[in-house]
């Protein structure tokens, strides 16, 4: 912005709009999940258990899996699907650097190799020709992260576990529900592996995870796994972890995972939204809107765009300074993060990564974010890049009417 040119008019001290709000989410389950919890006080059984067992059989059915196996973390959820997977000390694994610090956090703590390859600018996801050129003899297997709630492109990627005889490991904590051609995350891969952060699509009250399979060798090892190698009786045929799922966690999710796909329908509802006023305020040639590939179902997990121009930091302010919650996921590509330093990667090997990095902003996307907070934050987008706002935005009813029209 040029000195002394008026930004748009836009209210910068109007109601707060947060970027997620788990107290609006709760409000309207409150009886449900305070029955599930008094469930397990009265039961007295607080770790795995009934509950646990009737989660993962819901979540395996939910998944399009045959079997689910509950854990303490999204990132505990890795580190055994790689163990079971057969994934050795020094071995490579093939992963995204463009993800949540755990994708490849979970490879280094087995003592493995995170290999790290660049993105498709479209969906932030793997791009399998970059993942062909990283496999060597040492490669174990291959970890596709669905990030912000799509699938990654897995057709290339099953040709190419097939020719090498590489395992698939999914690390789908963004992604439950989310469809690669009608199938289900969860089952795309050797293993499954999702999150049940709170604020994640179906969060627990706490942390929690939970990993699927369609192969009944590698469920029961990862069961075992979960509890310290144990088979039954104090019989440890192997090292193992303590990663168990607790029962107050598996209740809570039941009850959430019975509205999880109204809460989908809600977060795309509101994509649509930002997208027909994103466009209508002419805003796509500096906030650039996600893709849906087709054959996807994308659950948003994060409605993330991209803010070209080198305008992100200038936009983010003015958010701030309008009470408007975002986000950036995420700041620096796994490859530049110091720990990985010993990977020797450096900036500019990974461009679509490190690209992605500078320009993405994520928006509030929650499904109970009412639309006059979805109209304050475009508006609040058009404050911070000069533009006039095209108000009043239309209500549903007038666009229904335009479309029949």
Known sequence: MSAGTPRASAEVSGTPVPFIDLVAQYATIREEVRA????????????????????????????????????????????????????????????????????????????????LVD????????????????????????MPVHIFGQCAEMEPLWKLASAYDLPIIEDSAQAIGAEYRGERTGALGKI???????????????????????????????RRLRVHGDTGGYNHVEVGFNSRLDAL??????????????????????AERYAELIRSNGLEDVVMLPTTLPDRRHVFNQFTTRVTGGRRAEVMQSLKEQKIGCMVYYPIPLH???????LGYKPGDLPEAERAADEVLSLPIYAELPPAHLERVVAGLCHALDRQATLPFPSAAERQARKAA
């Not at 993105?119 to 291959?142: G, H, K, M, Q, W």
């Not at 530049?336 to 010993?342: E, G, M, N, P």
């Open 336 to 342: 530049l993060q110091k720990c990985f330093a010993y």
């Open 249 to 270: 966690q598996a209740a809570v999710l039941r009850v959430k995972l019975r509205h999880l796909d109204n809460w989908t329908a809600g977060r795309t509802a509101n």
């Open 36 to 115: 599930a919890v008094d469930r397990c006080f009265e039961s007295q059984t607080f770790i795995l258990g009934d509950e646990v067992v009737q989660l993962e059989k819901e979540i395996a059915a939910y998944c399009g899996a045959k079997h689910a196996i509950g854990c303490a973390s999204g990132t505990d959820a890795l580190i055994l699907a790689l163990l079971a997977a057969g994934v050795q000390p020094g071995d490579e694994v093939i992963t995204s650097p463009f993800t949540f610090f755990a994708s490849a956090g979970a490879i280094h703590r087995i003592g493995a190799v995170p290999v």
């Open 192 to 222: 499954g592996c999702f999150s049940f952060f709170p604020t994640k699509n179906l969060g627990g009250a706490g942390d929690g995870g939970i990993m699927t399979t369609q192969d009944d060798d590698l469920a029961a090892r990862l």
């Open 119 to 142: 993105i498709d600018p479209v969906s932030f996801n793997l791009d399998p020709r970059c993942v062909e050129v990283a496999i060597t003899s040492r490669t174990a297997a291959i």
